[in-house]
């Protein structure tokens, strides 16, 4: 079972409040706070696709640029052994370090 939904490209989390018998969430990856509950998940959804709107429109009308949840730029910390060793396998094919990560990242999880 998935405890997300997406919608646009943006991705909400779902939880259960089982005090107040209701669906809630919030967009994730994004400074913004942007929430939607709701009572069933059908209605869930629309309240997720509704705030996932609201918050586009909302941003065109500030005339500020609504935040997207994956800009492919990440930071990853290894060990300097792992570095110096996928820097040399990067110049020995030639190709960038980002390039090695991303072709490494792909078959890993093609797998």
Do not use: W
Request: aromatic fraction near 10%; proline fraction near 1%; include cysteine.
């Amino acid at each position: 079972m998935s405890n997300t939904i997406e919608h646009k490209g943006y991705i909400g989390s779902v939880e259960y409040s089982n005090a107040d018998k209701c669906f809630f969430g919030k967009l994730e990856m994004i400074d913004d706070l942007v929430t939607f509950e709701a009572n069933t998940v059908d209605d869930l959804e629309k309240s997720f696709q509704d705030s996932v709107d609201d918050y586009l429109s909302t941003c065109k009308a500030l005339g500020v640029e609504a935040q997207k949840t994956y800009k492919g730029i990440f930071n990853v910390r290894i060990s300097p052994k792992l570095h110096k060793l996928a820097q040399q396998s990067a110049l020995k094919n030639n190709i960038s370090l980002n390039a090695l990560v991303g072709k490494s990242l792909e078959q890993y999880i093609s797998h």
